[in-house]
């Protein structure tokens, strides 16, 4: 808590110390989106089929350039969604920007501080919902229980575009930790467990290539993560730790009037502990899924769009017929996997302001929280629906 | 194979034949007009790749090799000298662009460009503002603050 008031004194001082010093080094943008939404037979979103206004998103940010080769930016964030989110503020980024070089063909940049993961095509942004698809991005790779650990960690980022007459080539390379909150240990563990879980690190690796033709964009991002346990006095689980290997694929197709964008993933998570009843935790479980998304422009200001997403906890067990024989306690098999169908409509009222709604069907539960223990579980039934309409103004 | 892997695959090869289809028409109605890219007087450059020039407008490069701010502007995105600018001269779609924009201004990584309203308004902020870089519809007179970039491979 500290430490958030002091990232976020540190912005506020950004803000008001240049933003009357000099107009040309410093630079402040933010948005504010207020939307209507729920989620019906499953309480991914709200709970017990009701509407509910908790779509809320409120963000500020700073830039401040301080010579050629340094500068500062940082973004504060409200956020309200519903079952979805911890509800509250956040600092998303705060990093020192560090440009390695001044060419115009070839660009590295440093970020130290709260850098933001600039791995897969929407984690850069995806807490600004007018840079996103969709109100809700595809939870196979952009899983909603883990957003704050995926948007941002704290510790070094290094990028790298090179642009030559054959096309642009982007490296990128993280390591940093992200803190968790209270509510983070219940979600990836149990509301039991007393402890804190606590991210070890998150190593990431990705790089992305784009034909001079500027129609294809290809590339693939590595990432390796561990978390540790630290149990309270009077505890069910004595100690634990856990790793998540993960691979993605991605392409998009850029066209006149349409984008197709597709990413697939395969992440391999280990669980290891153990219970005070001398139960012990071992699990290690590979999951397989992805997007395939079609946006198409109908008009310069209204754009429609159709995705479908699956993803399986388990690719030894697809349907999740395992999960009945659970050691800790039987899980329904429609938590083995997830498949989403979304259809959304997106209309651009001005230059900076927004309409966008969308409806999803969904076929089972396995991507609403962390698919181990029966009592984290969020309630689904195996189909279930969800709508949202968000009005989005930025600046 | 799952079976779902198979139905998005059929998906998205109609998807992509449908959206060729619309392609097709809406390609014929892009205008073509000569357009050239202008800078200040200041500027110690003549000539650009076209990958350099992406990288100007698309936020990536912010200085110029002397350390000065590179300030970039562009005419309104439904204008058809910025439609055809994009197209012709920096081989992105307006959208594209956009999007660029967006993930540059939003990710704390530089600035997006300041829109102008007209061709003249453009004239006259590339003149006066020292590092600008722009471009205009079939430029006429060029005064002693403002000349053309040439663009091709360097020598």
Redesign the interface.
Known sequence: MKRFALSVGVLLLLITRFSEANH?DF?W?G?VAQGLTSSTDSNYITTGNEITTELTEIGI?G?Y?IN?SLSV???LVYLDGGNRFRQGARLD?L?L?W?LT?L??W?V?VHLGRY?N?HWWYS??QD?P??RPSISLPQSIYYDGNRDLALSSDGIALQS?K???SG?WEVRWSYGRSPLAREDTEKLLSPQAQGRVKQDFTHQFSTYWQP???HWQLGFSLLQSEFTYDPAAVDILLNGKSGIDRLTLAAR??????E?T?ELLRDRLMYEGDFTQGIRLDVDKTGEGGY?Q?R??LQ?NLTGL?R?D?YDVDRKD?HGKQLAFNPFGAIPEHYGYM?TLTVGLSWDIQ?NLRLSGEFSRTHGAGRLTAVVFPDALVYAKPYWNAWSVQLMYWF | MKVWILKAFCFGALLLWIGTFWTATARAETPSQPIAVVVNQSVDITTLTPAQLRMIFAGRTQFWPDGSRIRVFVLPPESDTHQYFCRQLLNIYPYQLERIWQRVVYSGQGEAPKAVDTAQAMQNIIEQTPGAIGYLQAPGQMNKNIRMITLGEPL
Not at chain 1, 253 to 258: A, G, K, P
């Open positions: 040309d630079s943008h948005f940010n830039s350039v050629s930016s940082g973004q980024y990093f920007d440009r001044r115009f063909d660009q940049n933001k600039r850069a942004t600004v007018q840079t575009a642009t030559s007459s642009t001079q033709s500027m197709y850029d066209s006149e009037n349409w197709l597709m395939l079609w198409y422009f310069n159709v479908f699956t697809r498949d230059a």
